[in-house]
């Protein structure tokens, strides 16, 4: 069994009620939940929340009924590894079946295209890393263009290089880590702490695609890209 898995809490510093607040015409759970559901390789769905509005809501469309996160996976420090632990433990109760392999899509990142979860889980199946975990292509480089102060308030470039690095171009690969999709080997998942304890690989989308909804603002550039995108000019 193939499980896809949303979390969406309800509480959000930087946009109050994000989750499930409308852009393009649709929650922006809806989002993500629509495509899994709608997934050929996804078998089963499942919502982790706490927010009662956004489970029945999802449960109605066709989500496992694993009933609200417990408490202790609601708050702001909460990390993601918990949340998508006990959705797996819940949703193999429920179930009875085990799952291949463990898909999350972030409700933050609207962007992806079914082809990012058909990707991602391809590359799982052939290459069987611990997990799979999307990237793009960072806009700004640490060998090149990122800089941090050093002991005497002064600029230096963050990751140096023997003779330095002069363009972009001749910068070492660097990725951004994006909300667009995870494939977690369900093994991996139940006794690791932390993403990358195991053998991580990336599976890289355009840029473009790689916004996540943080602050208030995004939700207005995101609006604008999603309009793009299913305008066929993304």
């Not at 090149?144 to 972009?168: C, H, I, M, T, Y």
């Amino acid at each position: 069994m193939i499980l896809g898995h949303i979390g969406a809490r309800q509480g959000s510093k930087g946009v109050v009620g994000k989750n499930f607040r409308e852009i393009n015409g649709k929650p922006l759970i809806d989002w993500s939940l629509d495509m899994l559901l709608a997934h050929p390789l996804i078998d089963q769905v499942v919502v982790s929340t706490d927010d009662e509005q956004m489970y029945e809501h999802s449960v109605a469309k066709g989500a496992l009924e694993i009933g609200l996160r417990p408490a202790e996976l609601a708050t702001d420090a909460a990390p993601k590894w918990g949340v998508w632990q006990h959705a797996l433990s819940a949703s193999e109760a429920i179930t009875g079946q085990d799952v291949e392999a463990f898909l999350d899509l972030d409700c933050t990142n609207p962007l992806r295209i079914p082809e990012d979860i058909t990707g991602a889980l391809s590359l799982y199946q052939a290459e069987n890393p611990d997990m799979v975990m999307s990237v793009c292509e960072a806009r700004k480089n640490p060998y090149f263009n990122l800089v941090e102060p050093d002991e005497n308030g002064a600029l230096q470039v963050s990751k140096q290089l023997s003779g330095g690095v002069w363009a972009r171009q001749a910068a070492p690969v660097v990725y951004e880590h994006v909300g667009c999709v995870y494939v977690v080997a369900p093994a991996y998942l139940k006794r690791a702490k932390t993403l990358y304890e195991g053998r991580v690989l990336p599976y890289e989308i355009p840029s473009v695609r790689g916004f996540d909804i943080d602050e208030p603002h995004d939700f207005g550039l995101v609006e604008y890209l999603l309009k793009e995108l299913q305008n066929g000019r993304l």
